[in-house]
């Protein structure tokens, strides 16, 4: 799918949950969950540094219903999700991006099925700068020009001083300090694909271990920008708004525009899932899949700050998974 027609999904599916944007609400057409009896066992989860806080409060509420399972989180990147549900060391597997079609077709070799990718919540991957940065927006070619080297999205030069994209004063000759994800990120990847057109990072970004990494980097550091996950915001930095196309407006990294796609970096975040066509999933798989997509599994995807699906895609989700 074109990054075009998946941000349209994204719209057309979310649309319907944005009643007053100005703050976030669950869609009151989601169920409440409710417990069952015999659930117990081991979840492990094993993918995404992004979606590290998501599955630990999933999994600490969770629990309050079934003390009896027990839940490990191991959060190093995206890319090491595959291989863990691959070797059946993962239960579930958290991706801030889809699965390459090598990684499903590794899968499918063998399993002989495709795994099953849930799409969770929504985030906005955001451009951060310092809080005192007055930057007012970037363009994604211009953002494309600060990161790469190589200037995919068409940037005529490369852009290194905050006076390149309009800054004045103390500013205006200061170099631009980078901070972004290590390659195994789904973050990482994601950014490669939809803001450097797949180009290549500059050899100047200082690659950290996690999401939050990046935040902190960016808030030490007067004169830097750095890309995250909406969901680590901090008071000490500022998303900038973005364009996705040169003279456009820029757009900001507010739900409002995460709904409409009008972000250009909207996505979903993923829990994939080994589930065999036409086979019950086992009781504590099914019940924590069910939870994530209640009431209250998505009232905590607001709490950790990012948005969440409608009715609409949750009975999709549960549908692909066997759930009924």
């Given at each position: 799918?074109?990054?075009?027609?998946?941000?349209?999904?994204?719209?057309?599916?979310?649309?319907?949950?944005?009643?007053?944007?100005?703050?976030?609400?669950v869609?009151?057409?989601l169920?409440s969950y409710?417990p069952?009896?015999?659930?117990?066992?081991?979840?492990?989860?094993?993918?995404s540094d992004?979606?590290?806080?998501?599955?630990?409060?999933?999994?600490?509420?969770?629990?309050?219903?079934?003390?009896?399972?027990r839940?490990?989180?191991?959060?190093?990147?995206s890319?090491?999700a595959?291989?863990?549900?691959i070797?059946?060391?993962?239960t579930f597997?958290?991706?801030?991006?889809?699965?390459?079609?090598e990684?499903?077709d590794?899968?499918?070799?063998?399993?002989?099925?495709?795994?099953?990718?849930?799409s969770?919540?929504?985030?906005m991957?955001?451009?951060?700068?310092?809080?005192?940065?007055?930057?007012k927006g970037l363009s994604?070619?211009?953002v494309?020009a600060i990161?790469?080297?190589?200037r995919?999205?068409g940037?005529?030069?490369?852009?290194?001083?905050?006076?390149?994209?309009?800054?004045?004063?103390?500013?205006?000759?200061?170099?631009?300090?980078?901070?972004?994800r290590?390659?195994?990120?789904?973050t990482?990847?994601?950014f490669k694909?939809?803001?450097?057109?797949?180009?290549?990072?500059?050899?100047?970004?200082?690659?950290q271990?996690?999401?939050?990494a990046?935040?902190?980097g960016?808030?030490?550091?007067k004169f830097?920008?750095g890309?995250?996950?909406?969901g680590?915001?901090?008071?000490?930095?500022?998303?900038?708004?973005?364009?996705?196309?040169e003279g456009?407006?820029p757009?900001?990294?507010?739900?409002?525009y995460a709904?409409?796609?009008?972000?250009?970096?909207?996505?979903?975040l993923?829990?994939y899932?080994n589930?065999?066509?036409?086979?019950?999933?086992d009781p504590?798989?099914?019940?924590?899949?069910?939870?994530?997509?209640?009431?209250?599994?998505?009232?905590?995807?607001?709490?950790?700050?990012?948005?969440?699906?409608?009715?609409?895609?949750?009975e999709?989700?549960?549908?692909?998974?066997?759930?009924?």
């Amino acid at each position: 799918m074109s990054k075009r027609s998946w941000l349209l999904a994204v719209a057309i599916a979310a649309l319907v949950a944005a009643p007053a944007v100005a703050q976030v609400k669950v869609d009151e057409a989601l169920p409440s969950y409710t417990p069952v009896q015999g659930v117990s066992g081991n979840i492990k989860s094993v993918g995404s540094d992004t979606m590290n806080n998501l599955m630990t409060l999933w999994g600490e509420e969770f629990i309050k219903f079934y003390p009896n399972v027990r839940i490990e989180i191991e959060g190093k990147g995206s890319s090491t999700a595959p291989p863990a549900l691959i070797a059946g060391t993962a239960t579930f597997g958290p991706m801030s991006r889809p699965m390459k079609a090598e990684e499903i077709d590794a899968f499918e070799k063998k399993f002989g099925y495709k795994p099953t990718p849930l799409s969770t919540s929504i985030d906005m991957l955001a451009v951060y700068v310092h809080k005192d940065n007055p930057i007012k927006g970037l363009s994604l070619s211009q953002v494309d020009a600060i990161f790469s080297k190589t200037r995919k999205l068409g940037a005529k030069s490369d852009v290194t001083s905050w006076g390149q994209v309009g800054l004045t004063g103390e500013w205006a000759s200061k170099p631009i300090s980078l901070y972004g994800r290590n390659s195994a990120s789904g973050t990482y990847g994601f950014f490669k694909e939809h803001v450097l057109g797949k180009g290549d990072y500059k050899d100047s970004v200082k690659e950290q271990p996690g999401s939050s990494a990046v935040v902190q980097g960016v808030a030490s550091d007067k004169f830097a920008m750095g890309y995250s996950g909406i969901g680590y915001k901090t008071a000490d930095v500022n998303a900038v708004p973005l364009a996705a196309v040169e003279g456009e407006e820029p757009v900001p990294a507010t739900p409002e525009y995460a709904y409409t796609g009008e972000y250009p970096l909207s996505r979903f975040l993923l829990m994939y899932a080994n589930v065999k066509p036409n086979a019950k999933l086992d009781p504590m798989r099914r019940e924590f899949i069910k939870f994530v997509f209640s009431k209250q599994g998505q009232e905590i995807v607001i709490k950790d700050g990012y948005f969440p699906v409608t009715a609409k895609i949750a009975e999709k989700v549960l549908k692909d998974a066997g759930i009924e």
